[in-house]
């Protein structure tokens, strides 16, 4: 069975982008792949961030982990600072790793704008520590966006580079699972930007948290055109915010968005509006009730993260104490 590893930064209450493109399709690979998945708060103290609310954050995500059916029995979850095994790699790799390949990553030249002096170190080694996170389990296979591809060349070629420096064949090829650009959903507001759980508008975003009365608020506030909806998705390809909430309602009512032009062909947006809102609070409203009920008891979700660190650090722990061997690190004794 190839080991699947996969992480969810806990900067904020995930949103329909991070459940459609991430965490839904989560629950099938368990079926036939041994799967870890991994809250990485490491990574989301690279951007800013509130002290006060990380540890509140973190627990939230893994309950809406396994509110959507991230079951800890059937996978390895927990906290990626839990297991110190990834910073250690992380550092191993950062070693490894050459400046000129780290100047290459097109996600920190977005994510530290334009003051890129002023940016945290912590931003600029970022794939260092996702590569890390994938080769401390030896894991093959990583499902990843189009926007994620990038970084994973950078894991294999920081693998391949540690292999070749040190004589070895110890950290496998990993292999992207990429997931669809239909599975990329798109900000309320703004059609040619990614919906995000850090965008400073709640109104760009549906929370996985959002209650009836909200979800029916933003999908009305949302930005559409006047122009009715055509009979198919070539009909729509100027039209990004409209094209968007027809990918949502095919990705949550599970058919395709061709279907659901044929369906709403001709309709305005006041009405396709309520057809979508009603689509997402059925969807949506068994996910935050169970969320809420095991957010209500704080302590069985911090002991399931608790047995989901043990089981990862047992498999990490021997493969980053053998790459600390192959440097050369004195054991302690
Ligand atoms: N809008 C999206 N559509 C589809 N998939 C998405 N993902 C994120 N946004 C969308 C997927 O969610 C997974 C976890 O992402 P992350 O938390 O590691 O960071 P991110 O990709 O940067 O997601 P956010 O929500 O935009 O977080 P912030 O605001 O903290 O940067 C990934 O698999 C991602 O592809």
Redesign the pocket.
Known sequence: MQRVFS???P??IP?L??Y???IRNWVPMMDDHECIYCV?DL?AIT?PFDPKTLARQTREMAAALIACGVTPDKCTLFVQSHVHAHTRLAWLFNCVARIGWLNRMTQFKDKAGKDRENAGAGLYVYPNLMAADIHAYHATRV???E??KQHLELANDIGEKFNHDYGVEFFPHIEPIIQGVA????SLRDGTK??????PSDQSRINLTDDADTIALKIRRAKTDPEPLPAEMAGLEARPEARNLVGILAAITGTTPDAVLRQHEGQGFGTFKGVLTDALVAHLGPIQAEMQRLLDDPGAVDAALRQGADKAAAIAEPIVQKAEALVGFLPRA
């Open positions: 992480g969810i930064q900067s904020g949103t982008g991070n459609l493109g991430a990485v990574h951007q499902p990843v966006g926007d994620q599975a990329r959903v798109m990614k919906m995000s759980k850090s965008d």
